[in-house]
């Protein structure tokens, strides 16, 4: 959750294909067809530029052709065309992650189109588990591996040679034994749908109520996703994927999302207690497009220009209530430390502080954390704002907090506005499953 913001990079087949699933034929693996080695330092550089910390790379998509030359199958760069048996995939984005500071993590679809193998148990064991195993201890450390829900069968998740070959994919990869195995090899790497959850959607937003706590049982849908499960018995956040275009994968006719819309959507993800994955997909000549890397930067200049300053940073806090004995002041929201936190005693589940930003100010944006490793507790909040510390005017009301909610005026992300006027900034915190634990209070 801290890591917040990061990438994906879709490139493979389908770039080449002009097609977005690889799943209604099986690809003629000449095909996939660089003629020049992929510049994933600037793939990287791209993101980076946009402020994120992160980025995952696909090494494997449904049609099974895999990004990196592997002992698990001849459907491999080692068979392309092209340049494509000097190419690895996963080792040219490491080092380009390595080099800008970025984590580094990879996509490997648990779903094959095209080994013979699949819906086996041959297939999990000595082809799906090899994978897993060779991107695990060959690239470096992971900080995420990425699996994705598709599955086989007919419909949207199907491909039209596959319609009789489905699995239970609850059951049929043994989850529970691959994760193990997984943290063994990279102790480090959270794994995707087993340690945080796909959001429900693939717009860029999560629930303007997002608990982290989840039930793994519950029906996979965009509502259950979206808003989590109060009293989940995991600990398992939302994570939102989104693309930078209207596809996964590069056509020629893609046209960027501006700066303005991927800032809205970081402000609905990351600043709805989820993290942000944000797909920026190179082309055929192994380059990230310029429209990208155009409102890339623009978001990366976004969020510095907006959410860099925080105005309440050693600001004065006096709060109504806080725990005793101990050091649970109020000033631990504003001293930048995120390792100490406000709260109060723990038969108080509401409590109001104040900030005194010393001067009028312009407001956009007032920022609150709980201190997220005691378990998220928030359940309703409002925010008002004054300029004499006497008379009040609502600026936002919202329940849950998380690891991170970022509110704008009357929780509204549609525009960045003219601000709101104020030197004073009053939280009150109107219901919580325990006593609050408020790590950071910011403004901007």
């Not at 494997?60 to 392309?80: A, I, Q, R």
């Not at 909040?381 to 005026?409: L, P, V």
Request: aromatic share 12%; with cysteine.
């Amino acid at each position: 959750m801290e890591t917040e913001f990061y990438g994906f990079s879709h490139y493979g087949p389908n770039t080449f294909m002009g097609t977005e699933w690889g799943n209604d034929r099986r690809p003629n693996p000449k095909e996939y067809a660089p003629q020049t080695i992929p510049d994933c330092d600037q793939w990287v550089e791209s993101m980076h530029a946009a402020g994120m910390k992160g980025a995952v790379v696909i090494c494997k998509h449904h049609d099974g052709f895999c990004l990196w030359p592997t002992e698990s199958t001849d459907f491999c760069v080692t068979n392309g065309g092209g340049v494509s048996a000097q190419v690895d995939i996963p080792k040219l984005f490491s080092e380009a992650c390595k080099k800008y500071g970025m984590k580094f993590g990879v996509y490997l679809s648990p779903w094959d189109a095209s080994n013979e193998y699949y819906a086996s148990s041959t297939y999990v064991t000595d082809v799906f588990l090899k994978q897993i195993t060779e991107l695990c201890t060959n690239y470096g450390e992971l900080f995420e591996i990425w699996f994705d829900g598709a599955n086989g069968g007919s419909g949207y998740y199907g491909g039209s040679y596959l319609t009789t070959r489905t699995i239970d994919k609850k059951t049929y990869y043994d989850w529970d034994n691959l994760t193990q195995r997984i943290h063994e090899m990279q102790p480090n790497c959270v794994v995707w749908g087993r340690e945080f959850r796909w959001c429900g959607n693939e717009d860029g937003y999560s629930g303007k109520t997002c608990w982290s706590n989840f039930d793994v049982n519950a029906v996979n849908s965009e509502t259950t996703n979206n808003v989590g499960a109060e009293d989940g018995l995991l600990f398992m956040p939302s994570e939102v994927d989104v693309r930078t275009t209207s596809k996964w994968f590069w056509t020629s006719s893609e046209q960027a999302k501006s700066a303005e819309q991927l800032f809205k959507i970081y402000l609905e993800s990351v600043g709805r207690n989820a993290t942000l994955i944000m797909n920026c997909a190179p082309n055929s000549d192994g380059k990230m497009p310029d429209n990208v890397r155009t409102s890339l930067s623009g978001l990366g200049t976004l969020l510095t220009e907006r959410l860099s300053n925080d105005m309440a940073l050693h600001a004065n806090v006096t709060a109504e209530q806080t725990r005793t004995p101990g050091n649970f002041s109020a000033s631990n929201m504003t001293d930048g430390d995120k390792t100490t936190y406000w709260a109060t005693n723990d038969d108080e589940t509401t409590g109001t502080f104040v900030i005194d930003l010393g001067e009028l100010k312009t407001i956009h944006y007032v920022t609150l954390q709980e201190y997220i490793a005691l378990g998220q507790r928030v359940k309703g909040f409002t925010i008002e704002t004054s300029q004499d510390n006497g008379s009040w005017d609502s600026f936002a009301t919202g329940t849950t907090i998380g690891y991170k909610r970022i509110m704008a005026k009357n929780d509204d992300t549609t525009s960045y506005g003219s601000g709101t006027q104020a030197r004073y900034i009053r939280v009150k915190i109107t219901d919580s499953k325990a006593c609050p634990l408020i790590s950071t209070v910011s403004v901007f």
